[in-house]
Every structure is written in structure tokens, then in C-alpha cells.
């Protein structure tokens, strides 16, 4: 099969394979301390993090799965079938040359080293719990930017990575960023220096290749005075007979007048629960933007959030969830404004397919001694057929005077007489879907990187495909 | 599904051929009956030499020559055969016959209700119509058992007298869209020759471009609508049009140029039914033929005039005239 040539090749068709596994390393099923120590072992992990190690699986233990208010779903995850660290024993490599020849395939089928090519600054290949490659630009290099897997991160530059690791996500946050911060393994490092603007996109490519796996990336990106980076994150797993799970921790950290911005689309099989916990801090004047397309797996929570902490700092979240049948997009955004001037934007919409279910869920906090802050929330949902369900939970607390805030929601069907419209002029009933679908997020998707929309674009293409008879 | 699909497309030409073969052998006899009411009136065109409907006792060689007229206009014609439409299990259009061949403009009037826009629907395969008798062949291939895209592609278009609006498409996209449709598989349209073509229709109807980067029909005035249902027209070039009441919700200035644009794409390869409540709009797209519904049936057929003795006498006139159809 050849691959093609876009920003993020995660469609299911190329995503749904898999080669027979060669792990050297391996922790078994089930999460006790054994486990813990075993990972912090084969990672020669330092004495601080297998503390922090240990104190995550505690916290994890004690912690209720949150089903008093989220999906009952979340029982089906047996945590003890699942095995939680996985890797082919080698070092992370440089050159593509050198990574493995199964793994190498893996992603030449997925056209990561093209894209390397074409039109990125840097690439980061993760395969089940460890990075296999990474690389980026001698000049983006040259510049002092660091882009590494976190276990390199942590090793090498314990100065930088220590003083952020942890503070964004504190690990008692959640029972997953709990389960993360306990058997935590590969993600990204990046650091930019102060004043450097990174042209191209960094990318991360996150594969799942076993089954009954759980993959537990931690990125930490931090952003030094007045630079600027686009991280981008793709996604894909084939789709086993049982539960996969993803439960990542993202740290972003912008300091003063820094831009972060923060691509994913992921594209997970059916059967993955994608529960990941994801965060902003802007300094002054700093900017951390979330672009969020979800589309795939079996249950999604995600809710990307920014801690606006300097004067004028920014958030903003631009997601996209398309639910289709059998899935559950639970997804939406926090806004937690701590300073004046604090500006924050949410732009939610959501697609439901068939039986597919699509929940927002947002969170916009300014407290009452805080002045001139504004928040300005949309979320629309897109009901595709009567059995489509979706619910909007949003929680706005905005005290205080010369604060403003402004809420829309909006839910639409696609009615039975556009698609006859639309079929009349010719089109089969799943392009007629899937250019209404199009339609809805059009004036979003416009916002995005050109690579992206490009690529979510036929991503919708396909899920309508398959999901119209 | 493969197999059914195969089975379908071996089905389809030898049920045209023996069909074909079933009215060349019939074609001696139907001769006269084939003008009879309910059918299309008998007054030829003088120019229309090569058709040879007339009503008198046809010598041999006026046979002949009708022989290889039906043959042609089996294959160039959209046929309605006596059709009868339900919805929700009530009868509105009743045993409804209609010829429109290529080249030929057909207007239809009629009082509100009498089915115009349920036929006009059904054509076009509405999936809340239930056709329970007739038939309906496109250039000889049955119409009803097709999707409604697959009809579409193959030549009808409706222009819809409510169309409906697609929020976030532009017309610049949906219409490529459509078009895209109708080329193979692997190959990819021209933009450039498709936005000049665009361009074009557009000056023609007297559109501002403007439009391309406007969703479909979102917001656009009642008139605008009609407009942009005319320039899709224009643009999927189909070999039947069907246009449910264009002319209302339109200035006299837009009339006339919507009538222009429809005229600019009159010619042999195009057929058109043109549903209209007002003899005004006849004026400006001259029809060959007028056709008079009633209770979802035709009353009264006729040449251009039968329009205006229709707005002169009404409704109750074209009834009267009514004839039970020679036969169902
Ligand atoms: N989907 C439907 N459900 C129920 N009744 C319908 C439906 N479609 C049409 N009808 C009924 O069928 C009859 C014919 O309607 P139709 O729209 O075809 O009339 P028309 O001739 O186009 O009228 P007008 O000149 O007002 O456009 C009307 O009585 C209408 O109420
Ligand atoms: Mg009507």
C-alpha cells in the first residue's frame, strides 16, 4: 500500500494494521507497585521520579473512577488485563536508518518520514510506551530549541524539566492523570528559548501496536519569553477485540508573551478509551491555543483547559468531536482566568453519527477581584440522524464588574430534504453527509493549519463512508 | 453488493432491447391512439417535419417514418405512463400521462395542490412519495427504480420550488461537488475551466460573484434562491429539467432574466417541464406544449395559446373539458 502525502495520515484504513510484536521489555498485566518499580527500573529512572512514580499509583488507588458524573463506560476498563509498559529495549534513534525494521514499516505505512521531509521542523515517533525516534532540524537545533521524548528530557535536562514537571497537572488532579504521573512513559519535551519562533510544526506520532495495551504518554512543552511553537499530535491504533487505553498528561507552559499552539487529530479505533488530561499556563501576554479534533474511540474525555495567570494572557480551545456509532465524545474546554485582562475563547462543535453521542462540557472561571477579562463560548452540535444524541453541560461563573462573558449554543439536524437537495444535484447520500458534515465545521476548520484541514476534511469523508450503508 | 448490481446491469439492457422490440411491433397500432386525450396534443410544428403526429389515417410511408420517429423518441424522451403517487396512503396524482421529449419545452399549470410539485418530486425520487401504479423511462430506462443521485446523474434535474439550505457550503463547493460526481472515478475537474464556467453562468444570470462564497441558499431572498436553482441549471447541464414554479418570488426585471438563462440553454438536447401558475412567464419562455392538472390528473393539453384561454376561463373551464383518460 502506498502512502500518501498529507499532514496526519491516520485514516482507518491505513491506521487498522498491525505487525506481530517484538517487545523485549514487558511489565506484565495489572498495576501494583511491582509494576511501578519495574518501569522506573528499565528506565533507570532518577530517585525523584520513582517517588513521584509511586505517589501517582497511590493517589490512583485511592481515587473513585469519576462515573458520578461522567460515563458508566469507564467500568468496562479492566485495569488489571491491561498491560501498561511495553518497548523493543533500544534506544531512542536520530536517523530512521537505524529504527528497527518492523517498527520502521510501521510508520513508513503511516507516511511519517515523508511528512518529516516535505514540511516539518522536527519528528517524534512513539511506538506503544516508547519513543523510536526522534529527530529535528539541524537549524531548528541550532537555535537551542530541544526536542526530545520525555525519559531523554528528564535525564538531560533536569533543570528545566524538574522546575515544570508536575505543576500544570498536579498529579492528584484525576484518577487518570493520577494513573499517568504512576507508569508514565515517552510524549515530547520541548523547549524553546527565549525570543526564537519556530517556523514548522513539530509532530508526534503516537502508535499503539498491542493489544490489551495502555499507553500513558506525558509532553511537557515550555515556551521561554516571546517564542512561539506549533506542536502537532497524530494519533492511530488498530482496532483489537478489547479495550485499549490512551491516558496521556499534556503540560504547556507560555511564558511572558510566548504562543503556544497545540494540534492534535486523532483518529483511534473503536474499542480505545482515550482519557487524557491536557493544560495551559499563560504568563503575561503569553498565548496557549488548543486544537482539538477528535474523532474515533470508543470513550473520549478530554477537556483542554488554560490557566490564564499574567496580565492579558489568552486561552483559546477550537475543537472539533465527531461521535459516531458506539461512541462517546465527551469532550469540551476549562477557561481559568487569574489575572486582568484575560481574554479566553471557546469554539466547540460536535457531530453525531447514528447512535453517537457528543457532550460538551466547559468551564469558564473569573473570580470577583479580577477586571476587564472577557470569555466568549460557541458550541454547536450536529445531529446527523434521530437516534444522534448530544448534551451540553457548561458551567460559566463570571463575578465581578467589567468582566464579559457571551455564551452560544446551537444544536442542528441535518434534515431529510438537504440530503434529497444535495442528492438531486447528484451527490450519494454519504457525500451529501459529509459535505453538510464539512459544512458545519467550515468556518472552524478555516482557522486551522491548511496540512490540517486538508486532512480532517477526508477524515470526515471516511467516517461518513463507512457510517451511511 | 456486487452480485445483485451485476445481475442489474445485465437486466437492464435486455429489458430495453425486448421492450424496444414490443413497441416497434406495436408502434402500427398505437399510432392513433398515442394522440389520444391525455396524451400530447396532435398540432405539429411546422418545422417539425420529421414528426409525424398526425391524427388522419397514416399512409405506409408516414408508418415508416413514425416507426423510426418512436424508436428515437423512445430513446430521447422522459415518459410518464400513467402514473399514480400516494402519500400516507392518499392518492394525489392519479393516472398522470406525459411525454417531454429532448428539444421541447412542456409547461404545466395548475390550481394549488393538484400534485405539480409531488410529480415534480417523484421524478426526482422523493423517498416520502409511494408510487403505486405507471411508470416513469428516461431516454428508455425505468426512472422509479433508480437513487435519487443516480437519476440525477444521469440527466434529470428539479429545479425545487422551496430549495433548501445548506449551511457552510458555498456554492463554489457544493456545485464542484456535484459536478465532481459526474466525472470517473480518478479523474479530478478542471478548476480553472470550472470556475470559468462558473463565472460565466453567473454573468449570465446576472449573479454577482459574490455568490460562489455564499453557503447554498443560506439566507438568500426568495428571488435569489430561484436564481441560484436556474445557475445550477446552467451548470450540471442535465438532459431533463424539471422547474417547479421558478418565475414566483421574482421581480419582472429578474423574470427576465432568469427566462433568458433558461432560454441560453434551450435546445435539442435538453427537455424541459416548466410547472408555472402564470402566463406571464410563458411569455418570456415560449412553450411548445401546455398542460392543465387537475387533481392530479391532466385535463386539458394544448399549444401555447391553451395558457392564455386558461387564465381568461379558469380552472373550472379546464375541468369541464376533462375527459377520462382513452385508457389507463
Ligand atoms: N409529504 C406530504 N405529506 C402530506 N401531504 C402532502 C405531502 N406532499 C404533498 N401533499 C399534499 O398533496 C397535495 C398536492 O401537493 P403539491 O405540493 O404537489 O401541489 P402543487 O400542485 O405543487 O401546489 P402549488 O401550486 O401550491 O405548489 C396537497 O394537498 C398537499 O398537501
Ligand atoms: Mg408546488
Known sequence: MKTETSAVNIDRSKGDFFYPEAHVRDAGAGLSERTVRYISDVKEDPDWVREFRLRGLKTFLEKPLPTHWASKDLEAIDFDKIRYYLSPGTETKRSWEEVPDDIKRTFERLGIPEQERKFLAGVEAQFDSEAVYSNIKKAVGEQGVIFVGSTEGLKNYPEIFRKWFGKVIPIADNKFSALNSAVFSGGSFIYVPPGVKVKHPLQAYFRINAENFGQFERTLIIADEGSEVTYMEGCTAPKFNTPTLHSAVVELVALKGAKIQYITVQNWASNVFNLVTKRGLAQENAEVKWIDCNIGSRLTMKYPSVIMKGRKARGEVLSIALANDGQHQDTGAKMIHAADETTSNIISKSISIGKGRATYRGLVHVPKHLKNCKNNTECDALLINSTSRTDTYPAITVRGTGNAVQHEASVSQVSAEQIFYMQQRGLSEAQAMSLSVNGFVNDLVRQFPMEYSVELKRLIELEMEGSVG | ?328
Open chain 2, 1 to 328: 453488493m456486487p452480485v445483485p448490481r451485476l445481475s442489474r446491469c445485465l437486466w437492464r439492457p435486455m429489458r430495453f432491447c425486448l421492450s424496444l422490440l414490443a413497441r416497434v411491433q406495436a408502434a402500427n397500432w398505437t399510432l392513433g391512439l398515442y394522440h389520444g386525450v391525455g396524451r400530447n396534443p396532435p398540432a405539429p410544428r411546422s418545422s417539425d417535419t420529421k414528426r409525424a403526429r398526425d391524427s388522419r389515417e397514416p399512409n405506409r410511408s408516414q408508418i415508416c417514418r413514425s416507426d423510426v420517429y418512436l424508436l428515437f423518441a423512445f430513446m430521447n424522451e422522459l415518459n410518464i405512463e400513467n402514473l399514480h403517487i400516494a402519500v400516507n396512503g392518499q392518492e394525489i396524482v392519479r393516472g398522470l400521462t406525459l411525454r417531454v421529449p429532448r428539444g421541447e419545452v412542456h409547461a404545466l399549470m395548475g390550481p394549488n395542490g393538484s400534485g405539480k410539485s409531488t410529480l415534480a418530486k417523484v421524478l426526482a425520487g422523493h423517498p416520502d412519495y409511494q408510487v403505486t401504479a405507471g411508470r416513469v423511462l428516461m431516454d428508455g430506462e425505468n426512472l422509479l427504480e433508480l437513487e435519487p443521485d443516480e437519476r440525477a446523474r444521469r440527466g434529470l434535474f428539479l429545479a425545487f420550488q422551496y430549495p433548501s439550505e445548506i449551511p457552510g457550503v458555498t456554492i463554489a463547493n457544493f456545485l464542484r461537488a456535484a459536478l465532481q460526481s459526474r466525472v470517473p472515478e480518478g479523474e479530478e475537474l478542471e478548476a480553472t475551466d470550472y470556475y470559468a464556467k462558473l463565472y460565466e453562468k453567473m454573468e449570465l444570470l446576472g449573479m454577482d460573484r459574490s455568490f460562489t462564497s455564499r453557503a447554498v441558499n443560506e439566507g438568500f431572498s426568495g428571488g435569489e434562491k430561484k436564481r441560484a436553482e436556474i445557475l445550477q441549471l446552467a451548470m450540471l447541464e442535465p438532459k431533463y429539467a424539471v422547474l417547479d414554479e421558478t418565475d414566483s418570488g421574482l421581480d419582472i426585471d429578474a423574470l427576465k432574466t432568469v427566462a433568458h438563462g433558461v432560454n441560453s440553454l434551450r435546445g435539442p438536447d435538453l427537455g424541459i417541464l416548466l410547472i408555472t401558475h402564470y402566463q406571464r412567464l410563458l411569455n418570456y419562455i415560449v412553450p411548445d406544449y401546455v398542460h392543465v392538472m387537475v387533481g392530479g390528473r391532466i385535463v386539458r393539453s394544448g399549444r401555447k395559446e391553451l395558457a392564455l384561454e386558461l387564465e381568461e376561463r379558469g380552472y373550472d373551464w379546464a375541468r369541464e373539458g376533462a375527459v377520462e383518460p382513452a385508457f389507463r
